[in-house]
C-alpha cells in the first residue's frame, strides 16, 4: 500500500518488455525513477497466459530486490485457474511480495476465458482466503467501466470488490478532475471507504491523445483538445 504522508506521492505502473534490450532499457529507467522515491511500483501482465515466470515475476523480482521498492503485481482474474492462482500467489510469498492488483482482464478473441474467477471480486476473495496477509488492490473507472450497463451498476460491482476484501482502489486514467472528484463522491455515498488513487498517464501528442480517447473511453476537456488542436504540428510547443 502506499506510504503514509502528508502530501502528494507518486507511484510508477510497468509494462514487461518482450525482449532483452527492452529489458535493459526498463531498467535502466527504473533506476532512475526510484529516486523519487515512488510509494509503489506495479508491474503489469505481459498477456492473457500468465507468463509470470519470464515477464511479470522476474521484473518484479528486479523492482522488489534491487531497487528496494514496495512492488504490486498485477493479476488478471479471466485466464487463470484456482491451482494456478495459489502457484503464483506462493512465488509471491517466497519473494516478500505481498501486493497484488486484482484485475478482470481483457476478454481476447479467440480465447475462451477460464470458470473459476467470473470477476475481480472473486479474484479478491480467493487471495485473501489463500493469504490474508496479502493487500489486494482493484481498479475502479471513474468514467464508467466500459461493460458496465450504467454507473449504478458499476459501483453496485465497485463495493462487491471491496467487500470482498479489496483494501485500495487505483483508477483507470482520466484527464477530467471533476470527473474523478464526482466519482468519489459516489464512492463515499455507496460506503466505499478505502482509499482511490488516481490513475494518471502524460499526453505528449495528438495521436496519443487520440488513442486514449478510443481505446479508454477518457474525456478530455474542452481547453485540452483546443491544445492538442493548436498544436499537433508543433511537439515542441505542444510538450
Not at 31 to 45: A, Y
Not at 54 to 76: E, F, G, Q, R, W
Amino acid at each position: 500500500m502506499a506510504k503514509k504522508n502528508t502530501g502528494p506521492r507518486l507511484s510508477f505502473e510497468v509494462f514487461p518488455p518482450n525482449s532483452q534490450g527492452g529489458v535493459d532499457k526498463l531498467t535502466d529507467t527504473l533506476d532512475e525513477l526510484k529516486n523519487l522515491d515512488p510509494s509503489f511500483i506495479s508491474v503489469t501482465c505481459s498477456n492473457h497466459k500468465l507468463n509470470y515466470e519470464k515477464t511479470t515475476i522476474d521484473l518484479a523480482k528486479y523492482v522488489h530486490d534491487k531497487l528496494k521498492c514496495s512492488t504490486m503485481v498485477h493479476m488478471p482474474a479471466a485466464y487463470v485457474t484456482k491451482k494456478q492462482v495459489s502457484r503464483i500467489l506462493d512465488q509471491l510469498e517466497a519473494m516478500n511480495i505481498n501486493q497484488v492488483l486484482a484485475l478482470r482482464g481483457d476478454i481476447i478473441d479467440g480465447y475462451v476465458p477460464e470458470k473459476d474467477f467470473r470477476y475481480a471480486s472473486d479474484l479478491t476473495r480467493f487471495i485473501k482466503q489463500e493469504k490474508p496477509n496479502f493487500q489486494v488492490s482493484g481498479a475502479c473507472y471513474p468514467e464508467v467501466h466500459p461493460d458496465s450497463d450504467n454507473r449504478i451498476d458499476d459501483i453496485k460491482h465497485l463495493k462487491a470488490k471491496v467487500d470482498a476484501g479489496c483494501g485500495q482502489l487505483i483508477s483507470q486514467l482520466f484527464y477530467d478532475n471533476e470527473q474523478f472528484y464526482h466519482f468519489q463522491e459516489e464512492c463515499a455515498i455507496a460506503d466505499i471507504n478505502v482509499p482511490i488513487l488516481a490513475g494518471i498517464m502524460p499526453i505528449i501528442n495528438r495521436k496519443q491523445a487520440l488513442h486514449v480517447i478510443e481505446n479508454c473511453s477518457a474525456h478530455l476537456p474542452k481547453k485540452f483538445v483546443a491544445i492538442l488542436e493548436k498544436y499537433q504540428d508543433n511537439p515542441v510547443a505542444l510538450k
